[in-house]
């Protein structure tokens, strides 16, 4: 899934026709509490609150012009996938059917339901309601979405390209990790643009899937995830997405919740600006490889920042988020 940058220009060209570009933040609070020179990439400022808008962009155009007679599509999200879907596929006049676990972030299955979705609950993680998204698909007529596919890692490469033409000397960019289509994306835009650039994916440690896939050369399926970063709980990484990361991403870290959360406050207090835990995961990385940073020039994609309410209140009391509607106390930083 190779990207030219002619490709890639061509995606930036239809996304910002339905969105501006997000910012890239230099933050000296930031700086102080990593030792790096960090640059924010505030993809928490774009319509939907979450990266994943641009895919939804760049997928439902390419549906609509290779299958004309499409009705609407099927998917499965723990929620920005999904709301990317819903908002281009309604607005085009096509049904949106998106599956969700059991569990899912209340606040999340709302805003997909106000952007119009069909939405269903089905399975206890993310893997199981995808598998039943796809099963419908064709006894209802819907086009399946997968969680990765090219045109959704075209537009989602659209805020790398932005990134890195507006910082092309950062010296190492932390991506987190579920599906894979963020740190793709962030690959494909490197290398459209011919830097150098050390990438560096972010897991839970509750959901390491990615990470020890790329140990083991093969897709590696986990244990269903318990993490309240819901954008990394996935157990099955994606085969697609490991071939690219697994070239293209020069390390991956684990992070814990705790640290997650840690990160959660650390950009609260730093930026004012709110992450939900995918969104944080990347700073995570940061601070737990502190020292390796020092001085650096620094990106971290925060990813989404459609964090739940109450797991907002309960991290910003110090609290760490565990299964839905609990919170487990827990010292910041690990």
Known sequence: MLFSYEDLKAACGRVHADMRATPLHHWPQLSEATGAQVWIKHENHAPT????????????????????????????????????????????????????????????????????????????????????????????????????????????????????????DLETVYVPIGCGSGICGVIAARDALGLGTRIVGVVSDQAQGALLSVRAGRPVATASPRTFADGLAVRVPVPEALALYA????????????????????????????????????????LKERDRNLGRSVGVVLSGGNLDTGDLAAILAGATPGLPG?????????
Request: proline share 5%; aromatic share 8%.
């Open 49 to 168: 609150g979450a990266f994943k808008v641009r895919g939804g962009i760049t997928f439902i155009d390419w549906l609509r012009r290779t299958h004309p007679g499409c009705a609407g599509i099927v998917t499965a999200t723990r929620g920005n996938h999904g709301q990317s879907q819903a908002r281009a596929a309604v607005a085009a006049g096509l049904a949106a059917v998106i599956y969700v676990p059991h569990g899912n972030a209340p606040e999340k299955n709302d805003a997909m339901r106000a952007y119009g979705a069909d939405l269903r609950v089905f399975g206890t993680d993310f893997d199981e309601a995808r598998e039943e998204a796809m099963r419908v698909a064709a006894r209802e007529g819907l086009f399946p979405v997968p969680p990765f596919h090219r045109e959704l890692v075209r537009g989602v490469a659209t805020y790398g390209v932005e990134m890195f033409e507006a910082k092309p």
């Open 247 to 286: 070239r293209g991403a020069d390390d991956i870290v684990a992070v814990s919740d705790r640290a997650i959360a840690e990160a959660v406050r650390v950009l609260y207090r730093c930026t004012h600006n709110v992450a939900e835990g995918a969104g944080a995961a990347a700073l995570a990385g940061l």
């Open 326 to 334: 609990r919170a487990e106390p827990g010292p910041g930083g690990q």
